[in-house]
């Protein structure tokens, strides 16, 4: 099967940074779109940032500007570089993967998440 594994969260001050990652290991035989979302206490989970295989990307609005999604293909790698951290930030941040098998089928599967705290 595939695994997810993040790590990179913690706690940080307002304005600080904060760099994730995420590594898929497993039976992959190709990757399409990597992600990260966000869960808030008692908030659903929400997209805040994509990259496709070829590396184009897209942020929640929220974000914009101070957070950097990127993605290493050789190590089936995704990070996420957070910098200008607010305190509504806070949440448990999940990676995700679109997954190759050997039988050309693509599934999605997630990390276990990384808390990240923003406060003073």
């Known amino acids: 099967q595939v695994q997810l594994v993040e790590s990179g969260g913690g706690l940080v001050q307002p304005g600080g940074s904060l760099r994730l990652s995420c590594v898929a290991s497993g039976r992959i035989f190709g990757i399409n779109d990597m992600g990260w979302y966000r869960q808030a206490p008692g908030k659903e989970r929400e997209l805040v940032a994509r990259?496709?295989?070829?590396?184009?990307?897209n942020y929640v609005d929220s974000v914009k500007g101070r957070f950097t999604i990127s993605r290493d293909n050789a190590k089936n790698t995704v990070y996420l570089q957070m910098n200008g951290l607010k305190p509504e930030d806070t949440a448990v941040y999940y990676c995700n993967a679109d997954v190759r098998n050997a039988y050309n089928v693509f599934n999605i599967f997630w990390g276990q998440g990384t808390q990240v705290t923003v406060s003073s």
């Open positions: 990259i496709s295989s070829r590396g184009s990307t």
